[in-house]
């Protein structure tokens, strides 16, 4: 039986074999299968290839000519069915910056177009860095289907130059605004929202999604497993960042605090939400969970009120900081707790923890001290 495949003067059996690709010409792409063995083994290596490329999809399973937009809305359907909400607002806003050359054939993409991409919204850093996710994974989903060759993710993702991001630091809430806090005139709502944050360092959106049956008075702790996400200001239930639950201690002040806002209630009601929708509106009904247009009016009546007490305001009053005050203050108090203790309580990992509130603590470091101590300890005093 005559060889299918004959050996070269290099000692290997060779051929050519489609990918499923095509050339900018319109041509099929081809890749080298070779293999010093036998021809028998060069046809085991051919069979394999090309039933790996029905298992992707199969060559041309898609429109070969489909664009980078109509491409990005079918990977969209396609592989995101099933993120979060917001997630997916996301990927369809960084869609929205592909523009014009949104337009254009993927097979027809070049490296410039993700670098014009960029410089075009270089003002804006983070909306670059959601255009350069979005537009990278879409080319990875266009290789999958094999209307872009292999090597194109490093060919058209590669090399870009993206504006560098610095998040702002993160800061803790003055002395001046612990005091207003306590003098406010806040509602028994505003107050109890006020002290999850600030007395379990809970994230906005976990007080939001806080039901009353979260809350044991009797071993004075609450549990934290679910959160408040939103799509165009309409809410939804998520879970909670990082996918992390905990049960935390409650501060006697913060205990004290939802006590008088489930007594306050006039039905009785005590294990819904915490922080219900007030008024029937268009995107939410009075029970369900507060709008994010609702929130945003709740936290400008709080910020107002707290503001009011203070002879100099100090900019950036928001939940997150108030939240960002809980940290250090447990931090404060290592070894009596550890770090990792300190992150699991946060609902962050260790190193998120670090990186986010080292700059903090180390405001509060009395390194002077501590060789004094030590000195002291040592009988050097």
Known sequence: MATKYKKGKDGYFATRVWDGTYLDNGKKHYRVLRSKKSSGDLERLVREY?????????????????????????????????????TRAMYELAIGYFGQIGEIPVRRLEAKHLQILINENSDHLRTCQKIQLTYRQVIKYAVRLHIARPSAVDDLCGGISIPKYKAPEKRILTPEELAAIRTADLTVRERAFLQLLIGCGLRREEALALRGNDVDFKGHRITVNKAAGYVRDVPYLKDTKNHRHRTLPMPKSTENALLALLLSRRNGERAGLLFPMQENSAKGEAGGLMTNGAYQNMWRRIRTKVQREMPAPVPGFSAHVCRHNYCPQLCYQVPGISLNKVAEMLGDSLAVTLKTYSHIMEEKEDVSGAVAALEEMMGNG
């Open 50 to 86: 090309r039933k790996s490329i029905e298992d992707m999809g199969g060559a041309c399973s898609t429109d070969p000519d489909i664009t980078l937009a109509d491409l990005a809305r079918d990977w969209l359907i396609v592989c995101k069915a099933q993120a979060e909400p917001s």
